[in-house]
């Protein structure tokens, strides 16, 4: 089944300080779960709900806006709760990210900086990506419900800019959320399974 709310991967506290209880019940139980429910409204109406997610976003991209919309955001959220976990961030990256980080990227501080970067001029709505385009790491961002899927990308590493992201714990300060998911959540190791998978 395309259309379906997993369980976060973690307690709803498990995050905290850096992203709260409230935030995940609000982006989790109601922000991803209205896109489960609307997608699977418009896949069926669209003849496309036998089809993978991974399908589904490619196909209707620039052609079925609805649809696109929520399973491009479906499709980003599954993965956004595991590119999280407790303790996650900071500068121990698995060896294989590390290489292709330095070799790509110029390593970890200039991605840090250029993945923030890219977070904090995504006008409006967003995400900010660390993907692998024709083999390589690119830092990208894109609007809305887009990912690199749909611009011959494949994400390994998303981070959510819309406000219900992190209005209830930041406020306004988006610089600070992406500070603190860099720093403090990434899951790493979800990062790597997808590199491998993807190169
Ligand atoms: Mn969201």
Redo the contacts with the bound molecule.
Sequence with gaps: MAFELPALPYDYEALAPFMSRETLEF?HDK??KAYVDNGAKFAAEAGMDGLSLEDIVKQSFGKHAGLFNNAG?HY??LH?WNWMKKGGGGTKLPGAIQKAVDADLGGYDKFRADFIQAGMTQFGSGWAWLAVKDGKLAVMKTPNGENPLVHGAKPILGV?V?E??YYIDYRNLRQKYLEAFVDNLVNWDYVAEMHAAAV
């Design positions: 982006h922000h991803h955001q980003n959220h956004f959510d819309w219900h992201s």
